[in-house]
């Protein structure tokens, strides 16, 4: 029995632009074009006469911008949206507000003919697909539940862990989901911390803007991850997107590393990538953090850091927008602990304050092969 095809709604000003992602969806089997919209007020409208399975949403658009024909969609019908949006500063910024209000995921609109085409023959299918089954209303739900929520209080290390604190590392990785699951986190999260360093799938552009956010709502300093930043304690990077990140040692600092790899676990930036530096270089002093995301990502370096002697945290299912790398990498045996969103900030200082003193690497960096 054939599966029936996932109805798609595509909603951008550009007539270039929805012909191209039109032709690319039709291109593959499995996709039904439900309807196009050259305006946020012509797609609400089709959105309650078509009920399609996912819309494909522009956020630059004259008369009813993005952001509000949105908010609208998910109060009249919860679907799931994918931002396609602009590499630009404007858009990154309007893009991550997205992800923050409720869309699901995001494609880049890259400069250049071919980029574009690729970009929807490929990238912008798979999130599709991924999409389906999600269950936006509880999602949104969830969401609402959280942030009406008061954080709960997380204890302050104590002075004999303060000063471990620059030779241990927190690895995150998370995806679908993250930019939210991460203010939460990052709000709760104070100083004194190891370094962290975060891999949020995004595209280029997009994760200097996050990371702006994130500094802004917490009391660690957040920034955007660059060539040769040594790592702080009370400080967080964001890897770049469209850059493979790792740590490297240089006599006693530890300092990051941005190049331009293949792919890995289908992603660039990779937490794999990330994590099997970190295991490499932090050994047993280094506490891994797994989050809601689609896919596979990170249950390798999750294996890494175990291995190193490290330990892994999970976020769980019922706290999850979409449990998927972390409930891979806990199938797989390579998370200790899984603990809800809002309990994480509590677990990730726990059991900072319960690392080992500092030992050599003990892990090799698989990871290198890549370049």
Known sequence: MSRKPIR?????DSPLVRELIVDSLLAQCGFEIAGVAADGFQGLQLLEELQPDVVTLDLQMPGKDGLTTLEEILQRRPTPVIVVSALTQRAAESAVDALQRGAMDYVAKPEGMAAMRKSFGEELPAKIRNMVGVDVAHVLQLRRARAERRQLPVARLDDGSQRRCAASCVAIGVSTGGPPALARLFA???PPLPPI?????MPEMFTRSFAERLNSLSPLTVKEAEEGDVLQPNCAY????GKQLRIRRRGESRIIEI???EFVSGHKPSVDVMMSSVAAVYGDRCVGVIMTGMGRDGADGCGAIRAAGGFVLGQDEESSDVYGMNKVAWVEGNVDLQTSLDHMPE???VRVGQLPGPRKPVVPFVADAIR
């Open 259 to 261: 190049f331009d790899g």
């Open 347 to 349: 677990a990730i200082v």
């Open 197 to 201: 360093v975060v891999v949020q799938h």
């Open 8 to 12: 798609v709604l595509v909603i951008d």
């Open 188 to 190: 709760a999260l104070a």
């Open 238 to 241: 964001v890897a770049p997107g």
